[in-house]
């Protein structure tokens, strides 16, 4: 009997440790994701701002370490687009912001799915952690009266 | 738990040593494998992005943090080179995790085989 409950034990601690190894990574993706959000819902105000400046306006562009140099906006309609790998392509305003926008979408999406993935992820080691306590508690009263 | 380690047979301690050696060695090759793989998807991406492009489409290469204009033939040229070298480099690393998940899984047996006996019957 005790064996049986000390096996399952150790299989519900294995499992735990696996389950929150996952957890664990579904949290920095999560963390990688909302950071990119952030950024890109930055760069779509920034976008959403130069659709109401005019040729010429005068511009600080920021360099880091909370400077700026200042800079002429030469033609707002054209905005540089990563596409990665380290290349970028030259859009109009409007391209550059539908596309914004379809990144920040599926990124939303992949957002929920985590989320979700995490929740599950939650409630398993919710449960299994009930059940080790059970288990825990079972053992010590089953050891105890043959100590006694 | 490592005063249980050390009451065990020294030819079996190694064996552990040797498993968890192994198991890091793994670890880091699948880092390596993911993080070239992660890179081959985002260089398909931006290939697959650039033929869709009209050739005189301006387009910029990243040079550091600067951003210096160049030909859409030269990046497109230059991509599949990186992406004939990531596939290269993925098959090595695919390789090296099939040898190294053999060795673990003799090394797992053969400790199977000298822990049974101590494990209480």
Known sequence: MASKVEEEIRRLSVELRFLEQTAEAIRSRSNMVNAVITDLTYADMTLEGLEKEKENSELLVPIGGNSYIKAKLDNPDKVI?????GVSVEKTLQEAKEIVKKRLENLEKT?????????????????????????????????????? | ??????????????????????????????????????????????????????????????????????????????????????????????????RLRGQLKDLQA?????LSPVSPS
């Open chain 1, 111 to 148: 957002r929920t799915s985590l989320q979700q993935q995490f929740a599950q992820v939650a409630e398993r080691i919710n449960e299994d952690r009930g059940k080790f306590e059970e288990l825990a508690a079972k053992l010590r009263k089953g050891k105890t009266p043959k100590n006694v």
């Open chain 2, 1 to 98: 738990m490592s005063e249980e380690i050390s009451k065990l047979p020294p030819q079996v301690q190694e064996r552990l040593l040797r498993l968890q050696q192994l198991q890091q060695t793994l670890q880091s090759v699948l880092a390596q494998k993911q993080q070239v793989e992660l890179e081959l998807t985002e260089i398909e991406q931006a290939s697959s992005e650039l033929q869709k492009l009209a050739d005189n489409t301006v387009i910029y290469r990243a040079i550091g943090s600067l951003l210096v204009k160049a030909e859409k033939a030269k990046v497109t040229a230059d991509l599949n080179e990186r992406k004939e070298l990531l596939n290269m480099r993925t098959t090595v690393l695919g390789k090296q995790e099939e």
């Open chain 2, 110 to 114: 053969k400790l199977q085989q000298d």
């Open chain 1, 81 to 85: 687009v990563g596409i990665g790998a």
